[in-house]
C-alpha cells in the first residue's frame, strides 16, 4: 500500500471519531435476578449478596445487587448479535478497515469504572461513541489501528452509572500469520486443545522417577548404602546418611492403605469424581495414585490391587492402580 | 529438658477487623488495622513495640505493618513457617524474645484476604503458595490438590481404625455453627443450620462435606505480647502465656505425612501437648476450655486425643457426649471457630482464647476459666499454647 493509499483510508476512517454508534441502546431486560444467577454460576461467584435476600439485607449492600462485571451485560445485543448484527457505525467502520485489507480484528483490552450498585429492576442503557483511533502501528499480528469506543451507561432516571473504554486492533494480518492460518485451516485445526493434569514439576532429586512414569516404570528409590527402599525419593538416606543411590522396579502390586473421593473443586483436565489413594506397595513403601476400574462404593481399605502405568491425558503418564 | 518460658509473657491487648468474603481492601490495611486495634485495647502506643512476629505466608512485611501504625525501631521480626500451623508458634517468639529481653513488647499479626484474594481452598492448584514444588509435586498430577483432600485421606483411615462415624464431625460442626449464631463478627451470624442441611451440602472429598470444612476468609487478627511485670501496669487483664510449644515430628511433610508407620495420627501435636503441659505442670484435667483449630472438623477430634482429653480412637464419643458445648466438660471454639467465624489462620482463636480467660467471650462459660487452650494448624508442623491468669 503506497503513503497515499494510506492518507486516503486515514482520512476516511478519522471522519467516524466522535459519532455516536448508534442511538442509545436499552438493554432489552431490566436487571433482574434470573441473569444474575446465570452469571454467577457461570462465573463460580458465590458472593451471597448476588443471590441470598437474607444475607444481603444485611450487609452493607442493604439488599441483593447485581456484580458490577455485568454492567455491560445489561445492554447487549443478546442472541440477534451472532445472528443478523444491525449495521451499526461501528461495524461501518469496520468495513472501510477490512476494503483496504485491515481484515483482522483483536478485543485488546477494556477500561470499565463503576459509579453504583445496579440492583434488580434498574434500567440499563448504553451510549457508544468512536472515541479515538490510534495512528498506524506495527504490532506482533500485523500492521494496524487501535480503535477506541467509549460507552457511557445511564439508568431510568438518566444518572451516570458506569463507564467503559473498549479497545480493539484493527489490522493486515502479517504474511506468515495469514499462511499460517490457512495451513490449518481444517476442522480439526478448529478445535481447541483439551486441558491436561497439572504436570509434576521436575527438579534434581525428582525427574528421573518421573522419567521412568514416561517410559511406563514405577520405580522405588534403593539406598545403596543400607539397602532401604524410600519414597517420594530423597537426595540422602535418613538411615545411614548416604547420598548414593540406585532404584528397583516394583511389582506394582498393592493395596488400598487409605482413600477418598475428589468431588470438589473441579479443576480442569481431571475427571471427575476421581477416585484417590494412598497405595501401599508389597515392597514396603507407599504412594499416592488414583484408583480406576472400579467404583467408589466398592473400595475399601485393605482391598488388593494392582498398577499399571499407563496415558491419562496429552500430556500425562500416571500409575493407575485397579481391583487385583 | 523442659523449656523455662511458663509465665515469662502476658498477654494484654487483641484486636481484629471485620471478617467478610470482601475485605475491599488491601491485606496490609487489615494488618495495621488489627495491630492498631490489639494496641489500642492494651493502652499502648505504636512506639512501645519493638518486636514484630508473623506466618511466613503472610503477605505484610514486618516494617511495612510498622511505618503503615507508625511503630519504632524494631528489634526482633521473625516468621514461622507451615500455614496454620504458624498460629502459636508466633506466641513462641514473641515469649522467648520477651523472656530473654531481646524485645520487651512484640506484636503477633495475621492479615489475609483469604477469599476474595488467594483462595485457600484451592490449595496447590495455581500459583504455589509455598514454593515447596517438588513435594507438590507427588500429589498434583492425581488431583490431590487441595487441604480437604489431604485431610479426607487421613480421615477415612481414622474412622476405619476408630469406628468414628459423620455423627462426631456433624457434632463438632454444629456445636461451633450453634456459638457463632450468638457471635456478631462471625459468618454465620444468625444462621444455624440442621443435620439435614449438613448430610446434604455439597461434597468435597469424601468423606468431608461443605459444612465440614472451615471458611475462606478476609481479615486481620493481631496479638501484643509484653513481660509480666509491664502487662501489670497496662489497661487490660493481663493474661499469662503458661506454655506454649511448636513440633514438627518424624518423617512429617506438610500436609502430606503418608509415608508414617501410621497416619491416622498427629504426633506433632502429641509432643507439643507434652511440652506445654510439661512447662508450666499443668494436664488435660486443668485446662476448663479450648480453642481447637478447626479448619475441618475431623482434626478437632484427633486433638482432643493429642492434648488428653480423651484417650487415641475415644474423641468421637467425647464429642457425641456434648463435650464441646456451653455447659459440657471443655467448652470448645467458643467464637464459632473457623468453621463458622472466619478462617484467620487460628490467630482469631488466639484472640478468642485471650477473650476466655479474661471472661469477654460471647459465649463466656458459666464456670471461670481459669486455662484455656490454644492450638495450631494440623496435618502441618503444629503446637499449642496455655493461656491463664495473671499469677
Ligand atoms: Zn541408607
Redesign the pocket.
Known amino acids: 500500500m503506497t503513503a497515499d493509499e494510506n492518507r486516503d483510508l486515514e482520512a476516511e476512517v478519522r471522519a467516524y471519531v466522535g459519532r455516536e454508534v448508534s442511538a442509545p441502546k436499552r438493554g432489552k431486560d431490566d436487571v433482574n435476578l434470573a441473569m444474575i444467577r446465570h452469571w454467577t454460576e457461570v462465573t463460580g461467584d458465590e458472593n451471597p449478596v448476588y443471590h441470598d435476600p437474607e444475607f444481603a439485607a444485611k450487609s452493607s449492600k442493604g439488599g441483593i445487587i447485581a456484580p458490577p462485571t455485568m454492567l455491560q451485560i445489561w445492554s447487549m445485543e443478546g442472541y440477534s448479535m451472532c445472528q443478523e448484527p444491525e449495521l451499526d457505525v461501528q461495524r461501518e467502520l469496520h468495513k472501510v478497515f477490512d476494503a483496504h485489507g485491515y481484515v483482522g480484528v483483536l478485543g485488546t483490552n477494556t477500561v470499565t469504572e463503576f459509579y453504583r450498585d445496579l440492583r434488580p429492576g434498574d434500567q440499563v442503557t448504553a451510549h457508544t461513541v468512536i472515541d479515538n483511533i490510534s495512528e498506524r502501528k506495527t504490532t506482533g499480528r500485523g500492521v494496524g489501528y487501535f480503535i477506541e469506543t467509549v460507552t457511557k451507561f445511564t439508568d431510568q432516571s438518566g444518572a451516570d452509572i458506569g463507564r467503559q473504554v473498549f479497545r480493539v486492533l484493527k489490522f493486515k494480518p502479517n504474511a506468515e500469520t495469514a499462511e499460517a492460518k490457512t495451513s490449518t485451516a481444517g476442522a480439526a485445526a478448529e478445535k481447541p486443545a483439551l486441558p491436561t493434569r497439572i504436570q509434576a514439576p521436575r527438579g534434581h532429586d525428582n525427574a528421573w522417577w518421573w522419567e521412568a512414569i514416561d517410559q511406563g516404570k514405577l520405580m522405588i528409590q534403593r ?1 545403596k ?2 539397602g ?1 527402599l524410600r519414597h517420594p525419593p530423597r537426595p540422602m ?1 535418613g ?2 546418611n ?1 547420598t548414593a543411590w540406585d532404584a528397583i522396579e516394583s511389582s506394582l502390586d498393592g493395596e488400598v492403605y487409605s482413600f477418598t473421593e475428589l468431588h470438589y473443586p473441579k479443576f480442569p483436565g481431571y475427571p471427575y469424581p476421581l477416585l484417590c489413594a494412598v497405595v501401599q506397595l508389597r515392597e514396603g513403601t507407599r504412594l499416592i495414585a488414583n484408583l480406576a476400574g472400579c467404583a467408589p462404593e466398592q473400595v475399601f481399605i485393605g482391598m488388593k490391587v494392582k498398577g499399571k502405568v499407563e496415558r491419562v491425558d496429552d500430556k500425562t503418564m500416571l500409575p493407575n492402580f485397579y481391583p487385583a | 529438658m523442659v523449656a523455662r518460658i511458663s509465665d515469662k509473657a502476658a498477654i494484654v491487648g487483641i484486636g481484629s477487623t471485620e471478617f467478610s468474603k470482601d475485605s475491599g481492601r488491601s491485606e496490609l490495611a487489615l494488618a495495621a488495622e488489627a495491630v492498631k486495634k490489639a494496641l489500642d485495647d492494651a493502652g499502648l502506643k505504636p512506639s512501645d513495640v519493638d518486636g514484630m512476629v508473623t506466618f511466613t505466608i503472610d503477605q505484610n512485611e514486618e516494617v511495612d505493618v510498622a511505618r503503615a501504625v507508625g511503630c519504632g525501631d524494631l528489634k526482633l521480626y521473625s516468621r514461622i513457617p507451615y500455614g496454620g500451623g504458624a498460629a502459636t508458634g508466633t506466641l513462641l517468639q514473641a515469649a522467648m524474645a520477651v523472656a530473654t529481653g531481646v524485645a520487651e513488647t512484640v506484636v503477633c499479626y495475621r492479615a489475609l484476604n483469604g477469599r476474595s484474594g488467594q483462595r485457600y481452598s484451592s490449595g496447590v492448584s495455581g500459583n504455589l503458595i509455598t514454593g515447596s514444588a517438588i513435594h507438590y509435586s507427588w500429589y498434583m498430577p492425581f488431583g490431590l490438590l487441595t487441604p480437604a483432600s489431604w485431610v479426607a485421606m487421613f480421615t477415612q483411615r481414622y474412622m476405619h481404625l476408630t469406628g468414628c462415624s459423620r455423627d462426631a464431625l456433624f457434632e463438632i460442626a454444629h456445636s461451633t455453627r450453634e456459638y457463632a449464631v450468638n457471635n456478631p463478627a462471625a459468618f454465620f451470624h444468625q444462621r444455624p443450620f440442621t443435620r439435614e442441611e449438613y448430610d446434604t451440602a455439597k461434597k468435597i472429598c469424601e468423606p468431608l462435606r461443605l459444612y465440614d470444612c472451615c471458611q475462606e476468609s478476609d481479615g486481620g487478627c493481631a496479638v501484643v505480647v509484653t513481660t509480666p511485670e509491664r502487662a501489670r501496669d497496662l489497661k487490660q487483664p493481663g493474661v499469662m502465656i503458661r506454655g506454649v510449644a511448636q513440633c514438627a515430628a518424624r518423617d512429617q511433610e506438610e500436609m502430606t505425612s503418608f509415608y508414617r508407620e501410621e497416619i491416622a495420627r498427629i504426633p506433632e501435636m502429641d509432643l507439643a501437648a507434652d511440652e506445654a503441659y510439661a512447662q508450666c505442670g499443668l494436664a488435660a484435667k486443668d485446662i476448663d476450655a479450648a480453642v481447637i483449630y478447626d479448619a475441618f472438623t475431623p482434626i478437632v477430634l484427633w486433638q482432643l486425643e493429642s492434648w488428653g482429653f480423651c484417650n487415641y480412637g475415644e474423641a468421637a464419643d467425647f464429642v457425641k457426649d456434648g463435650n464441646l458445648r456451653p455447659g459440657g466438660r471443655l467448652p470448645t471454639n467458643t467464637h464459632g471457630g473457623q468453621l463458622s467465624e472466619a478462617y484467620i489462620h487460628g490467630v482469631n482463636g488466639i484472640v478468642e482464647a485471650v477473650r476466655l480467660v479474661r471472661g469477654t467471650s460471647v459465649n463466656q462459660p458459666k464456670k471461670p476459666v481459669r486455662h484455656a487452650l490454644v492450638t495450631s494448624g494440623v496435618g502441618v508442623p503444629t503446637g499449642g499454647a496455655i493461656l491463664g491468669g495473671m499469677v
Open positions: 539406598c548404602g543400607c532401604s538416606c538411615k545411614c548416604s
